[in-house]
Structures are given as C-alpha cells and as structure tokens.
C-alpha cells in the first residue's frame, strides 16, 4: 500500500504545457489511494479543461474564490484545512512570483497563503522554457517561495515543447508521485549512506556474446527506492539491467562482476550499510576474444575455459571496516532448493550479519517475492508481498539492526 493512501491532497494547476501531464499525475495519486482536489489558476485553463481534471480525479474542480459551492464563500480556508499537502504541478514562473509575493489574486494563491503552515506543506512542480527557468528573477522568486517554507522539487532536463532543449521540463508524473511518497515517508535512515549492488552481471565471451544470468535487479532497484526515500543516500551499482533509476539514487552502470567489485571498493569506502543483491556470474571466461569468434565449419564448439570470480559480498564483509562494526553488510541468496539450509550456510561463509534468501527461478522477474531472513539468532519468514513493499520492510528492519548496534557500541558491547 502507498504512503499516500488516504492522503487528501490539493493538486494546483498554473499556466503552462506541461498542464497535459497533470491529467495523468492526477490518475496516478488516485490510483495510490489519495483523495485529489483539483484547483486551477485561470491560465491553466488554457492549456486542459477543468472537465478533463475532474473526470480523472473523480471531484469538481475549483478555479474561482468566488465559487459559489461553498456555503461559507470561503473555498480558500474550507480546501486548505482538509489537505495532508499542496501540490502545484505545473507551477510556473509567474505562479513562482506569485508565492515569492504572498500575492491572492486568484483562488490558488490564496489557497498557499491561507493553509496552515505546520499542517500543510507546499511542494512546487516548476515547468517553463529553460530561459526562463535561468533567469535570475525566476530563481530569486523560487529562492524566496522556499525560504518561505515550499519545498521545490527540482525540474527535468531534455526537449522542451518549445523546440528548446534544457533545463525546465516539469519532472514525469511518476517522479512527482515517487517525491511525493518520499516526502511522507518517515526518514528511518536519515543521513545513512547505503551501498547496493542489483542485477546480473555480463561476462563477455567476445564482442557480441557473453554468460549472464535471468536476475531482473528489481529487488535491488526496490530497495534502493525504499532506503532513498527513508532519507539514505544512496549509490546503486546495477549490472546490465533495462530499469529506470530511482529518482535521488545515484546509480553506477557496470558490466562484469571484476567491474563490480571495482565499482563497489571504491564507493563501500564511506557506506554505513552494503547490500548485495546483484547475482553476480560466478565464473567468466579466462580470455574475451577481441573479435567475434567464428564457426569453422567442423561441426566443433569453442573450448571455452573459466576462471571464478572475485566473491564481492565476502571481500567486503572480511574488511576492515566491516569487521570493526562500521559497515553493515546484508547479503541474499538465490536458491532453487533447500533454502533454508542453503541460506544459513551461506551467511556463515560470506560472514555476513544478515542473510536473505528467497528462491531464485520463482522470483526472478516478478514484481513479488516471500523472503526467508537469516541471522545469528535464527530464520524468519517474510510472506509474499511486492518487492516495493518487502523493500521498505527491509529498510525498516535495518533501521532496527543500526539502531541496536549503535545502542551496543554505546553500552560497549561492540557493534
Ligand atoms: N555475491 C557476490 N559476488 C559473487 C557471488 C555472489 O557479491 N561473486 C553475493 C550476491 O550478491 C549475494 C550473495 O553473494 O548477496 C549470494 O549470492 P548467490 O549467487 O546466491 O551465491 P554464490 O556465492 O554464488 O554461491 P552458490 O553459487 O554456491 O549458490
């Protein structure tokens, strides 16, 4: 279930293009269960219809502090005391002005400068020409909208429907719904620094073929949103995966599992947690070919020899670091059969605190999972649920782990 379930959010439209993304931003907080009032600034009239907003979230739309609906006349303090937040997406550069002025002409204005400031916050969706988005004036209003208490979420980057390319596409639907459900997720690892490694690795045969495996990197991809949006900064290193990133991760594209590893020592330096979840080859060929190698018309295959790979998990739980208490290292384990067993032996050899094993042909590829969580003390199971959802369960139950062995360190029990 999304952190925005029941959530009542105010969805403020002003003028500009990027008005046609709001029917489908609309579509997706409704889907995750929030109750969406639309209200809209009389430019963005111009660019969608009040009916077209209020067929997609299921409510009459507001555009007038003179709408007569309300039997008080006053939508801008009946609107504002019901909302969890306001979200105005697209806001524009003259909406920018308006807010760094206090300024209520019209029906959202008023709505900002009447809600309550400790109740609801005020999250901006900039969208406009990215000369307009770089000059100083836009900038100066944005610097005063936030020192005033909004909370901007930043804009996109790529072609603009002007025929410009730059900075100041409003962010996709689904980025704004992912800021959003960060924004009310309760910061669990606030200012942690959280290493995970996702996905196959490719080990390259010769230039065109190479031996992978069938690991989508979802789960990886899973967890990197829920550590992220727990307040984690987060470094994901993904093997050849088609996934978008989350949006705040940094995220490190590699191919073999030696350029894991590499990848890893250099960004586990100053990580408080590492997660490997990637399924890393365990073998590669001893030699890539430089050229594609070539059927020779005898009917014989290439006699391929392997070499094993590094074991990225157990090189860094055997650091130093790690060692000491410093770095706290989960791993997984893909089985096929057996588990348990499987799981428990595992952890020991990797010398891991933390193992979670889940079977590997069932879950690789599926949006859900049921996980076996191994530790000193024993196994628990995890029932099925989404990978989103067993995520943030992660990321809460490490939240705990950190918490537990900060308490020790200060007791002097060791970490
Ligand atoms: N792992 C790793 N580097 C490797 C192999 C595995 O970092 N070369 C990590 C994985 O990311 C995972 C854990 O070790 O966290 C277990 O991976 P798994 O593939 O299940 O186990 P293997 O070590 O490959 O052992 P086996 O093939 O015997 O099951």
Redesign the pocket.
Same mark, same amino acid.
């Given at each position: 279930m999304s952190v925005l379930s029941g959530k009542h959010i105010i969805l403020g439209l002003s003028g500009g293009v990027a008005c046609y993304k709001a029917a489908e931003l609309a579509r997706l907080l409704t889907k995750a269960g929030a109750a969406v009032q639309v209200v809209m600034s009389e430019a963005a009239e111009h660019f969608i219809t009040p009916t077209t907003m209020q067929a997609v979230s299921g409510r009459a739309v507001y555009t007038s502090q003179w709408d007569g609906r309300e039997a008080n006349a006053m939508p801008h303090i009946n609107l504002s005391r019901e909302a969890d937040v306001m979200l105005i997406a697209p806001c524009s550069a003259d909406f920018i002005a308006q807010l760094a002025q206090g300024r209520c002409t019209e029906l959202l204005g008023l709505l900002c400068v009447a809600r309550p400031m400790d109740k609801v916050p005020l999250l901006l969706a900039p969208a406009m020409n990215r000369e307009m988005w770089a000059h100083p004036a836009t900038q100066r209003n944005l610097a005063q909208a936030v020192a005033d208490g909004a909370v901007s979420l930043g804009v996109g980057c790529g072609a603009q429907a002007c025929g410009e390319t730059g900075d100041g596409r409003m962010l996709e639907p689904a980025e704004i719904v992912q800021e959003l459900e960060a924004f009310f997720t309760p910061k669990l690892l606030g200012g942690e620094r959280v290493l995970i *490694?996702a996905g196959p690795t490719f080990e390259a045969i010769d230039p065109v073929r190479g031996i992978t495996n069938r690991s989508s990197g979802k789960m990886g991809f899973a967890l990197a949103l829920a550590a992220r949006e727990a307040g984690a900064e987060v470094t994901l290193v993904a093997g050849p995966v088609a996934l978008p990133t989350p949006r705040g991760v940094t995220r490190i594209d590699v191919q073999s599992?030696q350029d894991m590893l590499r990848a890893v020592e250099h960004h586990v330096r100053d990580a408080r947690v590492f997660i490997? *979840?990637?399924?890393?080859a365990?073998w590669r060929p001893a030699t890539a070919a430089a050229h594609k190698i070539k059927k020779d018309g005898s009917g014989r295959a290439p006699q391929l020899s392997f070499l094993e790979?590094?074991?990225?998990?157990a090189t860094v739980a055997a650091s130093e670091r790690a060692r000491r208490g410093e770095l706290y290292c989960v791993?997984?384990?893909?089985?096929s059969d057996r588990l348990a067993e499987?799981a428990k032996a595992?952890r020991e050899r990797?010398g891991v605190p933390l193992l979670v094993g889940n079977v590997g042909p069932a879950t690789f590829g599926q949006d859900d999972n049921a996980l076996l969580l191994v530790d000193e003390t024993g196994t628990r199971e995890w029932p099925r649920a989404s990978k989103r959802e067993l995520g943030r369960q992660l990321v809460a139950e490490l939240s705990r782990r950190l918490a537990a062995a900060r308490a020790s360190a200060t007791t002097g029990g060791g970490a």
């Open positions: *490694t599992a490997a *979840t990637a399924a890393v365990d790979n590094p074991d990225i998990l791993g997984f384990a893909a089985e499987h595992k990797k």
